[in-house]
């Protein structure tokens, strides 16, 4: 035990940071100092920013794993002589997979902890990641994937709840800042598997071009070890959970660790409210009077902008190879400069901006920017002209910019920080559960209703972003420099001072 002199909690974040810089220790006696200690900030040269790198690592494996496949599939298709049904059933098991990991692991994730669920779940990516690149047909890649969505869907919530705990509620580099940055994260992910593509496309021979996808989706093992590796050195459990399970001590051990803070803990004699335990009936605590306006909010933007993506990126070579009627170098290249040039950057001004300008805002102009860019594709059709064809690309980059800025970047920071630490996993999980629901429709429906519709697939995918815009101008939450977990605490006071009323 520490035997320092010891100072009072701070009120504020301000007095935490100013306690934080100095040598002496901080007193905590609930679970509520705790959280104002982390809304506070690290202290310069912690972890805390290691931990959010390795949460935004995990976000990155989601991306390449979801992303690898496109350009694949149609090598799959021939390989396997697949129809579009089958073609469909294989690009979609990723996401069924995701839906049961979501669902399952945002329990988990409030139940036994983030560390241990993150942990679980790079083991699900190496070993999926190997099988798919193996597998002997279609049934084994089917499978192969849907095991690589059940790491997909366990990893979301768990991710989003490092970055919100790891992070200060306000300032330059908030909790909102934080969540929005698994945009880029995902968007250097996908950027990276089309580089991965391009040079082995360059290095390959070419009667050896159809093992591509399998070296594509093999890759996706090598950062998971990687995380793996390093996980023991800087990873550690959220000190705001452990704290909400009663373990003063081992938040204050974390807090040492991660936040550079000396924290000495002073046990209560007075009764301290806990927050709520995890539970499977805190699913339906999502729809109270508190968090419902909310958890419809964050469900309508994550299943609009999930639905709309995975049809554009998906069909991203698809599209461009009929825009210019060239050849899979010019289809790898073109799509990964509109990753990086329009997607990538849209997500860094998403995180710049979620301090300052909030997420509810650059929401409301992403999907803007989205439904007016889908109009413009579908009325030009299949461009005829050199002009044209430029101008249908910069819509698709107009789209995927958007996308970066706004619902891409933000569709995370609702699900996250609409709820408190005791209800995130829950609050992310059933979000995810949604959002991988509208993407399995999406990536089943989209080879389908293009074979069908051509270009004119855009007019249904235009339906995405005009739906979430509707109900953000419903619903005008804005979760960026709100205490969401102070929530917690007001709750679990107000039943305490509810069980002293009756008892009295």
Same mark, same amino acid.
């Given at each position: ?108 994730t409030d139940r036994i902890g983030r560390y241990r669920v993150f942990m679980a779940d790079m083991l699900f990516f190496v070993v999926a990641a190997i099988a798919a690149g193996l597998a002997p047909n279609a049934w084994v890649l089917g499978a192969a994937r849907f095991l690589m969505g059940f790491g997909v869907g366990l990893d979301l919530p768990v991710a989003m709840a490092f970055l ?83 373990? *003063?001590? @081992?938040? /204050?051990? %974390?807090? &040492?660790?991660?936040? +550079? !803070?000396? #924290? $000495? =803990? ?107 860019? *889908?109009? @413009?594709? /579908?009325? %030009?059709? &299949?461009?005829?002209? +050199? !002009?044209? #064809? $430029? =101008? ?111 008892? /009295?």
């Open positions: 035990m520490l035997t320092m002199s010891t100072v009072a909690i701070p009120s504020s974040p301000a007095d935490a940071s100013t306690q934080q810089a100095s040598a002496a220790p901080v007193t905590i006696r609930s679970a509520q100092d705790v959280s104002r200690i982390v809304n506070a900030g690290a202290a310069e040269g912690s972890n805390a920013r290691i931990v959010i790198a390795i949460a935004l690592g995990g976000v990155f494996l989601d991306a390449y794993d979801l992303t690898s496949l496109a350009y694949g599939i149609k090598d799959i298709a021939k390989q396997f002589a697949l129809t579009p049904v089958q073609v469909g059933f294989v690009s979609s098991a990723i996401t069924f997979g995701a839906i049961l990991g979501a669902l399952f692991g945002g329990y988990l919100a705990e790891f992070s200060r509620v306000a300032g330059k580099g908030n909790k909102a800042a934080s969540v929005a940055a698994w945009c880029p994260a995902w968007y250097a992910a996908t950027s990276t598997c089309y580089l991965l593509i391009l040079g082995l496309y360059a290095v390959l021979p070419e009667h050896h071009l159809g093992w591509l996808w399998r070296f594509t989706l093999a890759f996706g093992a090598v950062p998971a070890i990687v995380i793996i590796l390093v996980r023991s050195r800087y990873i550690s459990e959220s000190p705001v959970w452990a704290a909400n399970q009663g373990d *003063l001590e @081992g938040a /204050a051990r %974390i807090l &040492k660790r991660t936040w +550079g !803070v000396d #924290v $000495v =803990v002073e046990r209560s004699t007075a009764a301290v409210a806990q927050p709520r335990r995890a539970s499977w009936r805190n699913y339906g605590v999502l729809f109270n009077a508190t968090y419902r306006k909310r958890t419809i909010l964050a469900a309508v933007i994550g299943s609009a902008s999930s639905f709309g993506y995975n049809a554009i990126i998906f069909g991203l070579p698809v599209i461009i190879t009929s825009f210019f009627a060239q050849g899979p170098l010019t289809t790898i290249v073109a799509s990964l400069a509109l990753n990086l040039v329009f997607a990538f950057v849209g997500g860094l001004i998403g995180v710049r901006t979620a301090p300052t300008d909030g997420a509810w805002k650059m929401t409301v102009l992403g999907h803007s920017l989205q439904f007016a860019s *889908l109009i @413009g594709l /579908a009325l %030009i059709g &299949k461009p005829s002209g +050199g !002009v044209l #064809v $430029v =101008v249908a690309i910069l819509l698709l980059g107009g789209y995927l910019f958007g996308q970066g800025f706004g619902p891409g970047s933000h569709s995370m920071t609702y699900a996250s920080l609409s709820y408190p630490t005791s209800l995130r996993g829950i609050g992310v999980g059933f979000n995810q559960t949604l959002v991988r629901t509208a993407s399995t429709v999406s990536l089943f429906l989209f080879p389908v209703l293009a074979a069908a519709l051509g270009t004119k697939v855009f007019w249904v995918i235009a339906i995405a972003p005009l739906t979430s815009l509707l109900v953000l101008l419903a619903i005008r939450w804005e979760p960026s420099g709100y205490d969401i977990d102070g929530e917690d605490y007001r709750d679990a006071n107000a039943d305490a001072n509810i069980g002293q009323r009756l008892s /009295a």
